[in-house]
T-cell receptor
């Protein structure tokens, strides 16, 4: 069972470069999420998609864009990477906004921006 | 005040000890509550959901206190392998998303 799959697992970028982090889930979940995790800061929500066709800003959306490509896939794009975006990024999915089900996480993308 | 707060620890306990963590939440309308475990440099993994009447899974017991707005996690007979960071998560504001605490670090020693 794949669950939530993130690609790539590691990436090094130069300041100003762009890239897209990919996330796909095979659990037929309606809601998907992107977090970043920094030492001492916990998980911070960047963007989320409560259901296919909708996206909303989280706590720290600046410098990011998202696309809910279909029910399975939710991508995160950095248009012009900055060193402050060096972090571990986690994608997660959940059955739906009105469920009492937990979120399931992918194994993360470790991103370094030089 | 943060929506979800946890004592960061670390809690250093000997093997076999009982340890408890609390997590407070600010939104009285919160409906769903969870405990996650996160190992170093790994993704958070669901440990257990927290039900209104409290629930147990082996050595782990979770409880909810709505009046005081906190959830708790009790670990009995701690094992070395329990060493990790424990995150609480709460639906806060909107049922669309979970809000996570910053985690409590547990270190179990010989």
């Amino acid at each position: 069972n794949a669950g939530v799959t993130q690609t790539p697992k590691f990436q090094v970028l130069k300041t100003g470069q762009s890239m897209t982090l990919q996330c796909a889930q095979d659990m037929n979940h309606n809601s998907m999420y992107w977090y970043r995790q920094d030492p001492g800061m916990g998980l911070r929500l960047i963007y989320y998609s409560a259901s296919e066709g909708t996206t909303d800003k989280g706590e720290v959306p600046n410098g990011y864009n998202v696309s809910r490509l279909n029910k399975r896939e939710f991508s995160l794009r950095l248009e012009s990477a900055a060193p402050s975006q060096t972090s571990v990024y986690f994608c997660a999915s959940r059955q739906g906004p009105n469920s009492n089900q937990p979120q399931h996480f992918g194994d993360g993308t470790r991103l370094s921006i030089l | 005040r943060k929506e979800v707060e946890q004592d960061p620890g670390p809690f250093n306990v000997p093997e076999g000890a009982t340890v408890a963590f609390n997590c407070t939440y600010s939104n009285s309308a919160s409906q769903s509550f969870f405990w996650y475990r996160q190992d170093c440099r790994k993704e958070p993994k669901l440990l257990m959901s927290v039900y209104s009447s409290g629930n147990e899974d082996g050595r782990f017991t979770a409880q909810l206190n709505r009046a005081s707005q906190y959830i708790s996690l009790l670990i009995r007979d701690s094992k070395l392998s329990d060493s990790a960071t424990y995150l609480c998560a709460v639906t806060a504001g909107t049922a669309s998303k979970l809000t996570f605490g910053t985690g409590t670090r547990l270190q179990v020693t010989l």
